[in-house]
């Protein structure tokens, strides 16, 4: 399904607003997973209330995969994702949780977001010191 919009900025939060016929489509669950395409860039999000509208988050990174801004019109295309939602642990965070089996349990039952949340805060580190310190706020987290 396709649809144009407004990239909307809201403080610290961008997103794009989701129309009411889209929506009903898509089906009448509270949070229902999407893949977004913008472009020639599609990534895995939610669509999911927020201050009374029915928004789809776009990150930082999102935005400049797709070569977009706030306050920006663009044409979005969703289609519903049924596929599972799983996170690759990167090995220095495997590593960790080796040691730490009660720390592993804990991340595999976090929710898909909140997984991918702990994974990115390493992997976006830039210095190998950066990452060793979010490995062990992450195991620090989940003790």
Known sequence: M????TI???GNN???????????ALGAEKRIPVVVTLGSHSYRSSV?????????SLSAANRSAANVAGGDVVEV???RDSAPRTVTVPDDL????SGE?????????????NQNRIVLSVESAKTESTRQKRVEAALAELR
């Open 77 to 79: 295309e969703i289609e």
């Open 8 to 10: 909307v900025l809201d």
């Open 2 to 5: 396709k649809f144009t919009t």
């Open 14 to 24: 961008t997103g794009l607003e989701v129309p009411a016929d889209i929506m009903s």
């Open 48 to 56: 999911a209330p927020y201050k009374g509208r029915l928004m789809i």
């Open 101 to 113: 089996p009660e720390a592993k349990a804990r991340f595999d039952a976090l929710s898909f977001t």
């Open 94 to 97: 495997a590593r960790a949780f």
